[in-house]
């Protein structure tokens, strides 16, 4: 069985990609100058650890046996 992620396709029209665009460029820039600007390599490490945890648990890498990550 694959794992599958839920998604959405939308289609924006060029005024609400500029938009879109204006207002979510902020959240990036917050988010470096408040977090990724403060943490050492190291921490940003370990905090890409523990983010990462929880999709390697439910999604498994696929092994050499299974490259395509199905399970029986």
Do not use: K, N, W
């Not at 998604?7 to 977090?35: W, Y």
């Amino acid at each position: 069985m694959r794992h599958r992620q839920p998604g959405a396709e939308v289609s924006l029209t060029d005024d609400g990609a500029r938009l879109f665009r204006r207002a979510t460029a902020p959240h990036p820039r917050a988010v470096r100058a408040h977090l990724v600007d403060v943490l050492t390599p190291e921490q940003l490490e370990a905090l890409a650890d523990i983010l990462y945890a929880p999709r390697s648990h439910r999604q498994p890498a696929p092994s050499a046996t299974d490259p395509e990550g199905e399970r029986s």
